[in-house]
Structures are given as C-alpha cells and as structure tokens.
C-alpha cells in the first residue's frame, strides 16, 4: 500500500500496518452483530443486482472470519442477504442482550483464584483477596477478564482492554460501538480494581485533590479487597510495611453515593457514638433494632415528623397492595395520606401524584425529608463529620465524565475523611415522584 491514500473504515485507518484481520477484528465480533447503512448507493441483492434500503436501516452482519474481498461485506436485512461496501456500514453497536450479559459483571467476576487471608481494621479482623504487587492485581484481572465468555465474543472490546493494559492506564480507548451502559459497569466495578494497579503502579498523575498523605515513604506491602460487605465506609485497603493502613472507599462519578444509614450511623452505633441531633438518634436507635432502611426512613416520619403512632411496616406493605390490586387504602394509610397531604412539608411535593404513585411516592418524600433535616442542623453535621473522621479514609471516585467519552481517560479525584463536605444525596428520584428511592445515601466532596 505505499504510496496510496489510505483506506478509511469510519474512523479507523487502515493502513499497511493494521490491514486486513487485524482490521476487521477491530470491529466485527464472532457472532452476528447489528449495524446501520449510512450511505444507500451501491446495495446488492443476493442475484447481484443493484438494490436499495432506506439509509440508517439496521442490518445484521453476516459471520466473516476474514476481512472481504474488495472491501464487500454481506448482510441481512429484513431476512434477504445483500452486500455493500464496507465504508457504506456504520460500525456496529452492541446489541440488548450483549450489554445485558456484560451489566450483569461483578467485582467478584475479576477475582476468582485471588489470593486470601485475613486483615485487621478499625480493631476487627476481615476476610480479603491480597495482591503484593501490580503484576499479581493485573495478570488475575486480565486472565479473569479475557475468559468471559461475553468479551471473547466482542473483539472490538478485547482490543480495547488489552491495549489498556499494556499501557499506563491513563486511558481507554473505547471507541463508537462500546455502549455507555457497558462503560459504567466497567467504572463501577472494574474501577474498585483499578485503583489498586494504578497506586501499585505509583500512577501519581492519575489521582488528583487530597493526595497529601496518600503517597507515604513506606512502600506497600499489600492491597487488599474485603471479601466481606461488612467492611463499613472501605471498599479496598492499601497496606503499607511500615504497618500504616490506607482504607479506601472507591465511587464512580459523583453520583455513587453511599448508604447513609448502612455506614455513618452503623459506625456510630458500633463505636458507640452518642448522637445529639434528635434525627440521628432517632435513625441510629431504630437500626440498632435490627430495622431495614426502609422501615428506618418510614418509622422516622411517620413517628416522630407526623406524630402517628402506625406501624410503618404495615402500612408500605398496605400500599404495595393498593397499587398491584388497584383497591382501596387501608384505614391507617388513609389516615397517613391526610397527614401526609396536610403536612407542611419542607421540600414541596405533588399531593395530587402521591397517592398515585405508592409506594416510591411515600419513600421518596421521605427521604427528602430526612434529609433536609440533617442538612438544616448543624449540630448533625458536625456529627457527621466526627463519625466519619474516627475512622479515617480516603474516598477515591473515578470521574464519570473523563471514563464513558470515547477515547476514555482515567482520572481520580480524591477527598479525605479528615477534611471533607458531606453531602447529602436525598434520592435517586430527584423531583420525580415516582421513581427509586435510594433510602438516604452521603458522598465526600
């Protein structure tokens, strides 16, 4: 090819060094996969004729283990075969069930065959998979990761991660065809790992913000994963040979908020912690009951806000029947929608929407409520902060924005216990009645 223009297939550029399989795999999987026709001229039909199909149609690519003769790729559509020239043809996307496969990864799918023991924190003892250097981390992840069965059948996205790896990790080259969806499971759950190679490897220019302490003379002796969700606040630890701890608690984006209830006041009922904000009391007294969260936001309100002596319990299980049989409230929640419908609530809601939209209606408003309860008093916060300062951490969020673009970067800003803003997040429904509640969750900033 020396000499010629290259060849263009969308924006990847064939050239001497990347034609032919090496190419084609970039973008074609081992199974069919689904793509658009963006330019409509020169369409063949199954006879060789000349044929025509609306532009941006979706068309399945046929299986090719190689990259075709003249640049002509055959597909289907709407059940007839035709073939067209390769710069016709967007590059594929991901189809539903891919993704689905691909969003149903955990962080457990990148660690089978760790290596195990136990470790000590805040003065108890807790399971983890234990890595000694980035090497161990990375050979792990990257056998565990190339072995699914979902990613052997994408080529286009092994490339992609292999190319990551044998890099600095800075960045990750997604590409058009990789799904937003599947990039954020990959920050959510991948990111908790990658922030132990990254720090093995002293990647210092991937980490921005409270970094003071976080690199100290003493070198690592390991990193570790608690196998065991009992490890409030921490999601990994680093381990230094000096003995100093650095626990860490890895967030992707902004918006992955942890559990309110399920770590701040949880630690402040294990230290134990005396809340004088009445709210806090009130949140750490019904878990100390062996309360779910959603009974904890329920009983909160509905006792202590509305002054209703219902069983909280009870009463979401009575709206759930409202809604799934289309019958009437019971006595006790029509009770509560009156109260509810008359309290002056801090955080304007839809009456009209409520009754509607049981039972994320009742807990979203809740929630919200809570929370402005604990934002309005200072006492709380600065309770907050001591609770959260006794157990000191490092919270280290992978930036959303800077990972999911196409040619992705990586970027992690990090925030100590020591010296943060608490913020509260209310809900994962924000004005929208009807949506999740995500039962009061806090996040560093």
Request: hydrophobic share 35%; proline share 4%.
């Amino acid at each position: 090819m020396a000499g010629e223009e290259p060849m263009r297939f969308k924006d990847f550029i064939i050239t001497e060094s990347t034609k032919g399989p090496a190419a084609w795999k970039k973008y074609y999987s081992k199974a069919p996969v689904v793509t658009l026709i963006k330019n409509t001229s020169k369409i063949f039909n199954d006879k060789g004729e000349t044929d025509s199909i609306p532009k941006n149609a979706e068309v399945e690519i046929q299986l090719v283990k190689k990259y075709p003769s003249k640049g002509q790729v055959p597909f289907k559509y709407k059940g007839k075969t035709y073939t067209t020239h390769v710069d016709n043809i967007s590059k594929p996307h991901m189809d539903a069930k891919t993704i689905g496969k691909i969003s149903s990864l955990t962080a457990n799918s990148f660690l089978k065959g760790a290596p195990t023991g136990t470790f000590e924190w805040a003065g108890e003892k807790f399971p983890g998979f234990f890595f000694k250097s980035e090497n161990e981390l990375q050979n792990l992840v990257h056998k565990n990761l190339m072995s699914l069965d979902v990613i052997e059948q994408i080529p286009s996205l092994q490339q992609t991660l292999e190319e990551f790896f044998s890099g600095d990790y800075s960045e990750i080259l997604w590409g058009e065809e990789v799904d937003k969806k599947v990039k954020k499971k990959f920050g959510i759950y991948f990111g908790e790992l990658l922030v132990g190679l990254a720090y093995l490897k002293k990647a210092k220019k991937l980490f921005k913000g409270s970094t003071e302490n976080f690199w100290p003379s003493s070198k690592v002796k390991y990193f570790v994963i608690p196998s065991s969700s009992s490890t409030k606040t921490i999601d990994s630890l680093i381990v230094l040979e000096n003995g100093l701890q650095i626990p860490i608690s890895s967030k992707f984006g902004v918006g992955a908020a942890a559990s309110f209830i399920g770590n701040v006041v949880s630690l402040a009922a294990q230290m134990p912690f005396d809340f004088k904000s009445p709210v806090l009391r009130s949140l750490e007294k019904r878990l100390e009951k062996g309360m779910s969260q959603r009974n904890i936001v329920w009983e909160t309100v509905i006792h202590d806000f509305l002054n209703l002596k219902l069983d909280a319990d009870k009463l979401y299980k009575d709206s759930m029947t409202v809604v799934k049989k289309k019958g009437e409230p019971s006595d006790d929640l029509e009770l509560l929608l009156k109260k509810v419908d008359k309290h002056k609530w801090t955080d304007k809601a839809y009456s009209d929407q409520i009754k509607n939209t049981l039972p994320d209606s009742l807990s979203n408003l809740f929630v919200r409520e809570i929370t402005f309860q604990i934002e309005n008093d200072k006492k709380a916060l600065d309770e907050v902060l001591k609770v959260l300062g006794v157990k000191d951490f490092y919270q280290v969020s992978l930036d959303e924005p800077s990972w999911i673009q196409e040619n992705g970067k990586t970027l992690f800003k990090v925030v100590s216990s020591k010296t943060p803003k608490v913020v509260l997040d209310p809900s994962k429904g924000g004005n929208n009645l009807e949506r999740k509640s995500g039962w009061l969750s806090y996040r560093l900033k």
